[in-house]
């Protein structure tokens, strides 16, 4: 009579982990559509929808990726890319809110602003279509009989 090494079986764990789980993500969708729906200040939206995000890709990593069972190096590796990526973003994010005013567009009176220094690219004002270079000459009445 053989028995089993339970070390060297695979065993699978129950079905219901893994509803519990969908359940989550499934309740983490419908929580990122519905703060979608809410203002938040400026910061706090993208914070909430990352931390959701975050949440959620854990889990999956955890229980349908099946790190939840093992341990050791992939728990490490994990650990290790999460730190990364935490790190870049955030990099990103302080920069992008240390910048000059100017330099982030689209944030409401900061387009009314003209910037500093002379302007190099173009004239302020449009010139008149007649001064203009790069527009032909208006053409002239051409229904007109020719003048002798």
């Known amino acids: 009579m ?8 695979h065993e699978h764990p ?6 519990l789980v969908w359940a989550a993500l499934l309740a983490g969708t419908l929580l990122t559509f519905l703060l979608s729906r809410v203002h938040l200040p400026s910061p706090f939206h993208l914070l909430v929808a990352i931390a959701i995000a975050s949440a959620k890709s854990v889990l999956v990593v955890l229980f349908f990726m099946h790190l939840w069972d093992h341990g050791g190096a992939n728990r490490l590796v994990f650990v290790t ?9 955030g990099l990103v994010v302080l920069d992008n ?3 000059f005013e100017l330099a982030n567009p689209g944030r409401g009176a900061t387009l009314d602003l003209v910037p500093p220094g002379p302007d190099l690219l173009g004239p302020r004002e449009t010139p008149v279509p007649s001064r203009r270079v790069d527009m032909p000459e208006p053409a002239k009445d051409l229904l007109r009989a020719p003048e002798p």
Request: charged share 20%; hydrophobic share 45%.
């Open 2 to 9: 053989a028995t089993s090494d339970p070390k060297t079986e």
């Open 14 to 19: 129950a079905a219901t982990r893994y509803y």
């Open 81 to 89: 890319s999460i730190f990364f990526v935490v790190l870049l973003i």
């Open 97 to 99: 809110a240390t910048r």
